[in-house]
């Protein structure tokens, strides 16, 4: 079946997004649900969503995330939470527009401008319980540390390392 989405889709995601705490929202593309074998779905952000960093342990777990509106960068650690680059994602020719992050690699998003769109795929199914292995020493989602680590998300510097 033909999946066709457009400004009144986009225009919904946003909406969801505006009226989440978190700042986000999905629109999932798949029909199969969490046991679908190619997970694909569309996460709308608003500026000052945090994404907690995390990884995708498993070896099948390769991440495709490409930019369809707006601006983000991606953000990868090492072990310790040291910032090892950032990469834009943009379509505005400023950046990247699709990126491929390797399984156990850390990473987390940021919004750069306005609200921001991106086309995130990976291998299924969808288990809740294994998806993601949150960085040790990044904040828990929704926390008043969260909000420290967002500002400094936003200006961290290679080498850098966050510490509350």
């Known amino acids: 079946m033909t999946r066709r989405l457009g400004p009144a889709e986009l225009a919904a995601l946003r909406a969801a997004a505006e009226a989440s705490p978190r700042r986000r929202a999905h629109l999932e593309l798949h029909a199969g649900g969490a046991d679908d074998a190619l997970q694909r779905f569309l996460v709308g952000m608003l500026p000052g969503s945090y994404v907690r960093a995390h990884?995708?342990?498993q070896a099948h777990k390769l991440e495709l995330t490409a930019c369809l509106a707006g601006a983000f960068e991606l953000l990868l650690f090492d072990d310790r939470g040291a910032l090892l680059e950032r990469q834009g994602l943009?379509?505005?020719g400023n950046g990247l527009c699709l990126v491929?992050?390797?399984?156990?690699t850390w990473h987390s998003l940021i919004v750069r401008e306005g609200f921001a769109v991106l086309l995130e795929v990976k291998l299924g199914p969808y288990e809740a319980a294994s998806d993601k292995d949150f960085?040790?020493?990044?904040?828990?989602?929704g926390s008043?540390?969260?909000?420290?680590?967002?500002?400094?998300?936003?200006g961290a510097v290679a080498g850098q390392r966050y510490l509350a």
């Open 55 to 57: 990884r995708h342990v």
């Open 90 to 92: 943009a379509v505005d």
């Open 100 to 104: 491929q992050i390797p399984p156990n």
């Open 135 to 141: 960085a040790p020493w990044a904040p828990v989602e």
């Open 144 to 154: 008043a540390e969260a909000d420290h680590c967002l500002r400094w998300l936003h």
